[in-house]
C-alpha cells in the first residue's frame, strides 16, 4: 500500500485553505464597507439617519478593527484592500488621536491681581439607585475633594450617607433621593439659589440648575441627566429624545456667564447631540484635557466582563475658564465610573445679577 507524501497535500487541504481564505478576505471587504458606508453617511446627512445615530455612540469600536486589519492585510500584500481598510485607521486618528498625545494644560494668566484666578475641581458621577459602595465613594471624596460634586440616579440610602457623613466637607448639599430620576448637588461654597426642572413627560427624567457664590463671585453649574438610549421607543425615538433634552438645556445656558454643565449625557462625543453641545459655546473639558479614550459606562463591577464602551459622562465649561486637566475616576458599583476635572476660572470682574449678594 503506497503511502501519502507529506510534501504534497492532499488537494482537499489546498481546497479547504483556498475557502478559508476566500471567507476571511469576504469578512474584511464586508467590515470594510460598512465602515466606508457609516463615514460616507456621518458626513453627507449630518449623522441624524438612525443607523449612523446607532453607529456614533461606539465609533471607537467601529473603527479600532481596522488598525490591526490593515496591519495583517499589508503583511499579506493584499495592497488594495489595506488601502481601503486603512480608512478606518485615519478616521480613528482624526476622531481619536489627539487623546493619545501629551495634554498641556492651558496657562492664560491672570487678569489681574486684585481678582486673581481661582482654581476648582468638579465631579459628575451617576450612582444607579444606591448600587454605588458610598462608604468607597465617601472615602475618594474626601481624598480628592473636589469642589462641585453633580449627581444623577441618587437613592435615598446614598443621600442619607452622604448627608450625614460629608456635612464637614460638603456643607451645602441638595438631594432629590428619587432612584433613577433622582438627582444630587455637593457644594464646598455656598448655594445661593437652586432648582430642579422637569421637561415635558416624554423626556422624563430632570435636571437641576443652581447658582453657587464662590467667593462671593456667582457661578452657574448645570446637572444633567439626558434620556438614555434603548427607551420609550425604537432608535429614532430615542435620538429625538435625547437631543430635544440636550436642547432644552442649551437654551437655559448663558455663555456670557461663567458656566459649568455636567453630568450622564447618555450619548457620546461623536453624535449630533455632542456637536449641539459645542456649538452653544461650551467646551468638553476630557476632550479638551483628558487622555485616551475617558470610557465611563457599562462600569466593569456593574456587568461582567463587559468592556468599557461609551463616554458619556462629560464635565463642560464656558470660555472663562481654563481646564487643567480632566480624569475618569475609579469603579464604586455603579454601571457608570465618575469624572472629574480641575479648571481655573478666569474671574476679569464680578457680574452683579438681580437677588444675588457678591459682597
Not at 452683579?352 to 459682597?359: E, L, M, N
Request: proline content about 9%; charged content about 20%; some cysteine.
Amino acid at each position: 500500500m503506497q503511502g501519502t507524501d507529506d510534501r504534497h497535500p492532499a488537494p482537499t487541504d489546498k481546497r479547504a485553505t483556498l475557502t478559508a481564505e476566500r471567507l476571511g478576505l469576504a469578512a474584511c471587504d464586508l467590515y470594510v464597507a460598512g465602515v466606508v458606508a457609516y463615514l460616507t453617511l456621518r458626513y453627507t446627512t449630518g449623522g441624524r439617519l438612525w443607523p449612523v445615530a446607532a453607529g456614533s455612540i461606539l465609533t471607537p469600536w467601529l473603527l479600532i478593527p481596522a488598525i490591526p486589519l490593515t496591519a495583517a492585510l499589508l503583511i499579506a500584500r493584499r495592497w488594495w484592500r489595506a488601502v481601503f481598510s486603512a480608512t478606518g485607521v485615519l478616521a480613528f486618528l482624526v476622531l481619536f488621536g489627539a487623546l493619545f498625545l501629551p495634554s498641556v494644560p492651558g496657562n492664560r494668566a491672570c487678569a489681574a491681581q486684585e481678582t486673581p484666578c481661582r482654581q476648582l475641581r468638579i465631579m459628575t458621577y451617576n450612582l444607579l439607585n444606591d448600587s454605588v459602595d458610598t462608604a468607597g465613594l465617601i472615602a475618594y471624596l474626601r481624598e480628592q475633594q473636589p469642589d462641585i460634586v453633580m449627581l444623577q440616579e441618587v437613592g435615598p440610602r446614598a443621600a442619607t450617607d452622604l448627608a450625614s457623613e460629608l456635612s464637614d466637607l460638603y456643607p451645602y448639599q441638595v438631594h432629590y433621593p428619587e432612584g433613577i430620576p433622582g438627582i444630587g448637588l455637593l457644594s464646598r461654597h455656598p448655594i445661593h439659589e437652586e432648582q430642579v426642572f422637569y421637561p415635558p413627560e416624554y423626556l422624563s427624567l430632570p435636571y437641576e440648575t443652581a447658582t453657587i457664590l464662590v467667593d462671593g463671585m456667582p457661578l452657574e453649574v448645570f446637572n444633567a441627566h439626558p434620556p438614555p438610549p434603548g427607551t420609550g421607543g425604537p432608535l429614532n425615538l430615542y435620538v429625538a429624545r435625547n437631543s430635544e433634552a440636550i436642547r432644552l438645556l442649551t437654551r437655559q445656558i448663558d455663555t456670557d456667564s461663567p458656566t459649568i454643565l455636567a453630568g450622564d449625557f447618555n450619548t457620546s462625543d461623536q453624535t449630533v447631540e455632542y456637536r449641539m453641545l459645542e456649538r452653544a459655546g461650551l467646551q468638553d473639558a476630557f476632550r479638551q484635557r483628558g487622555t485616551g479614550l475617558g470610557l465611563t459606562w457599562p462600569a466593569p463591577a456593574w456587568v461582567l466582563p463587559a468592556p468599557l464602551l461609551v463616554r458619556m459622562d462629560m464635565i463642560w465649561v464656558t470660555d472663562h475658564f481654563d481646564i487643567l486637566t480632566a480624569w475618569v475616576g475609579p469603579d464604586f458599583g455603579a454601571d457608570h465610573l465618575p469624572v472629574l476635572a480641575d479648571l481655573r476660572w478666569q474671574r476679569i470682574r464680578p457680574v452683579p445679577r438681580p437677588g444675588i449678594d457678591i459682597r
